[in-house]
């Protein structure tokens, strides 16, 4: 079973953590709201949705909640963005709450968890990341390459013996001449694949099926 970290334990948040630790999942939710968290932590469910208050008594040992980032993002293999998009003016989502989240995310973050969050259609970070991953992928497709293309070290050392590297980008995205010139492939890089088929970066563990 995996360790799940999750940003938000408001109504989205608290039952998708809920509904993860039901299914046998580690899950620790994180809020900003110091007076939601004590709440949560005394066993009150601030929210209604039949059945929760049974579900998150019911797994108290695999679910809890905190206020400090380190502590979500330490050990989890999945970190999921449950944080409020109000509306703005123009009825736009307003992704300022997802911004902070990615914001606060430490540097020094252990392992390379699978960051979730949801599709905003018709925004800019939606037209922004499809854009991206089509071009990566045509990008491959006609280089002959697997797609993902990231970054390039040189062969080629300083005085110190280091290697030499420098920013790297498919061309059409990368803000620099000449990137047709070079190539490297990054595997890591197929991570972008993650909106098109997330069941070949292991997310498909997480669902398994409910006992009767």
């Known amino acids: 079973m995996a360790r799940i970290g999750i940003f938000g334990a408001g109504y989205v948040g608290l039952v998708t953590?809920?509904?993860?630790a039901e299914l046998g999942h580690d899950v620790i939710l994180r809020d900003v709201v110091?007076?939601?968290?004590?709440?949560?932590?005394?066993?009150?469910?601030?929210?209604?949705e039949?059945?929760?208050?049974?579900?998150?008594?019911?797994?108290r040992e695999r679910i809890s909640f905190t206020l400090d980032v380190h502590e979500a993002v330490d050990g989890a293999e999945f970190l999921y963005v449950a944080v409020g998009t109000p509306p703005t003016y123009s009825?736009?989502?307003?992704?300022?709450?997802?911004?902070?989240v990615v914001d606060e995310l430490p540097e020094d973050m252990?392992?390379?968890?699978?960051?979730?969050?949801?599709?905003?259609?018709?925004?800019?970070?939606?037209?922004?990341?499809?854009?991206v991953v089509k071009r990566q992928m045509?990008?491959?497709s006609d280089r002959g390459v697997p797609w993902g293309i990231s970054e390039s070290a040189y062969n080629l050392v300083d005085r110190y013996d280091n290697y030499q590297y420098k920013a790297f980008g498919v061309p059409?995205?990368?803000?620099?001449?000449?990137?047709?010139?070079?190539?490297?492939?990054?595997?890591?890089a197929t991570a972008l694949a993650a909106m098109l088929d997330p069941t070949r970066l292991g997310s498909a563990k997480l669902v398994v099926p409910l006992p009767p």
């Open 34 to 48: 110091p007076e939601r968290v004590e709440r949560l932590r005394a066993g009150e469910v601030p929210i209604y």
């Open 138 to 140: 045509r990008y491959g």
């Open 172 to 188: 059409g995205l990368g803000l620099k001449r000449g990137l047709g010139d070079e190539l490297v492939v990054s595997p890591y």
């Open 17 to 20: 953590g809920a509904c993860f």
């Open 91 to 100: 009825g736009d989502a307003d992704l300022s709450y997802v911004w902070s």
């Open 50 to 59: 039949p059945g929760l208050e049974d579900v998150v008594a019911r797994n």
């Open 110 to 131: 252990p392992g390379r968890p699978l960051l979730v969050m949801k599709s905003y259609p018709e925004t800019l970070l939606d037209q922004t990341c499809r854009m």
